[in-house]
């Protein structure tokens, strides 16, 4: 079997590259398996702290591989959109999400699609000053998934989610993060190195406390002040059970850098 996701351990780092460069890392069943099987492997290897999720060649991920389907509609196959959704999207974005690691993810070029919104999946997105996101769903007549239709109004607002779902527009890299769409850009020649370098920096965090604070804020969507404040109590009550506190006050006192170990 090709090898469509390439892995990379760098120390404490599981660098994961979506790697069909010739089809703009455009999702197949095959490269579906293939990146949940590495993001399982990185979720329970106790050796591995953070995730960086990245696209070969010149674009990071153009979305579903149309011209697959469009083969087999061909051959009078239909195109079940909710099976597939069911089968390999939702599960995509519900490993992102409940992974207890910071995930951060390197936009190199285009991020169409689900490949869009599988970067916004993402605790932390860094693009290349050429790339560009793009909801591209309507433009075939379909509508968004992969988390778009949660993740795009949280992030910019219901306006501007409302014209990119609607309109298909691009959006250049420089302007998604004026709008808080990411979190940063950067010229495209030193992307992987600022994604390396971030990736190893929050792997040398107390990543059970960035765990916490991953689930406070998925949850704070839908609370109510109330509920967070009570949410807020609870975890705090788990963080300060942790070896890494007791680490960090010690490293505190002792006027030296703190060794978290993510226990």
Request: proline share 3%; with cysteine.
């Amino acid at each position: 079997m090709a090898e469509l996701v390439l892995i990379e351990r760098a120390q404490a780092v599981s660098v994961l590259t979506l790697n069909r460069p010739e089809k703009l890392n455009a999702f197949t069943t095959e490269l579906h398996q293939q990146l949940a099987a590495a993001l399982d492997a990185a979720a329970a290897d106790d050796g591995v702290r953070a995730v960086l999720l990245t696209g070969a060649g010149r674009g990071f991920c153009a979305g579903q591989d149309l011209q697959a389907r469009a083969l087999a509609m061909a051959d009078g196959r239909p195109f079940d959109g909710g099976g597939a959704i069911e089968a390999w999207y939702n599960p995509l974005v519900r490993r992102l999400r409940r992974m207890q690691k910071p995930v951060v993810c390197a936009v190199n070029g285009v991020a169409a699609g689900a490949g869009a919104n599988l970067a916004l999946a993402c605790d932390i997105v860094l693009a290349a000053r050429s790339a560009s996101f793009l909801q591209a769903f309507c433009r075939i007549g379909l509508v968004p998934d992969t988390g778009g239709s949660f993740f795009l109004p949280r992030l910019v607002g219901r306006a501007r989610a409302a014209a990119l779902m609607l309109l298909g527009d691009a959006v250049p890299a420089e302007e998604a993060a004026r709008w808080g769409l990411i979190w940063r850009v950067v010229d495209d020649a030193v992307l992987m190195t600022e994604a390396r370098a971030l990736a190893a920096r929050l792997a040398a965090q107390p990543t059970r406390a960035l765990a916490l604070i991953k689930t406070m804020l998925d949850a704070s969507h839908g609370n109510s002040l109330d509920q967070q404040l009570d949410l807020e109590r609870d975890m705090q009550k788990i963080a300060a059970g942790t070896a890494d506190f007791r680490e960090g006050v010690a490293a505190f006192l002792e006027k030296r850098s703190a060794k978290f170990r993510g226990a």
